[in-house]
T-cell receptor, first 114, second 110 residues
Framework: EPEVTQTPSHQVTQMGQEVILRCVPI?????FYWYRQILGQKVEFLVS????????KSEIFDDQFSVERPDGSNFTLKIRSTKLEDSAMYFC????????????FGEGSRLTVL | EDQVTQSPEALRLQEGESSSLNCSYT??????LFWYRQDPGKGPEFLFT???AGEEKEKERLKATLTKKESFLHITAPKPEDSATYLC???????????FGTGTRLQVFP
């Protein structure tokens, strides 16, 4: 069964360092997303990406964040200068149709900022 | 402000003891309501989509229903493997993002 894969599963970094989280979405999907979940809190939308550009982003997704689809398979989230409050589980998701809400999530990348 | 509230926060059931989880929502214009299951340390797993009041969807021991203000996830004769956190999410018209509730953590004991 096709699945979304994410790497790394866990990353520990120092405050101010750059982090790149990687995702391989399901191969025939066209819509890509990043969500995050701070421990004990809701899953929160960060950004959606379609046709090689951001289609929607939340208030959380400020200038410190960027996304890229560098080739036909990978989808990355970069945090330029990490803050303590960026510590969270980051989930990549992909979908085959716009607006269905039926998303396939990866297992997540846990980011710990010290 | 668009909001999704789930109750109860946690639910402990004996195997075979049926119950319901609630998701109430206040949104500017509902496009769809979604139920996901999340196991510890994993990403959410899609269960159901509901688009209009009166709609029902079923899958094994789970049935989801929708009214104009809330959705219920009914669990009939649950088994220990149904233990997970159940997340409700809404999608607003003219947007692609999902707004999640905080979830209901379900534990089913043998």
């Amino acid at each position: 069964e096709p699945e979304v894969t994410q790497t790394p599963s866990h990353q520990v970094t120092q405050m101010g360092q750059e982090v790149i989280l990687r995702c391989v979405p399901i191969s025939n999907h066209l819509y890509f997303y990043w969500y995050r979940q701070i421990l004990g809190q809701k899953v929160e939308f960060l950004v959606s990406f379609y046709n090689n550009e951001i289609s929607e982003k939340s208030e959380i997704f400020d200038d410190q964040f960027s996304v890229e689809r560098p080739d036909g398979s990978n989808f990355t989230l970069k945090i330029r200068s990490t803050k303590l409050e960026d510590s969270a589980m980051y989930f990549c998701a992909s979908g085959g149709e716009l607006g269905t809400g039926e998303l396939f999530f990866g297992e997540g990348s846990r980011l710990t900022v010290l | 402000e668009d909001q999704v509230t789930q109750s109860p926060e946690a639910l402990r059931l004996q195997e075979g003891e049926s119950s319901s989880l609630n998701c109430s929502y206040t949104v500017s214009g509902l496009r769809g309501l979604f139920w996901y299951r999340q196991d510890p340390g994993k990403g959410p797993e899609f269960l159901f989509t509901l688009y209009s009041a009166g709609e029902e969807k079923e899958k094994e021991r789970l049935k989801a229903t929708l009214t104009k203000k809330e959705s219920f996830l009914h669990i009939t004769a649950p088994k220990p493997e149904d233990s997970a956190t159940y997340l409700c999410a809404v999608q607003i018209r003219n947007t692609d993002k999902l707004i999640f509730g905080t979830g209901t953590r379900l534990q089913v004991f043998p």
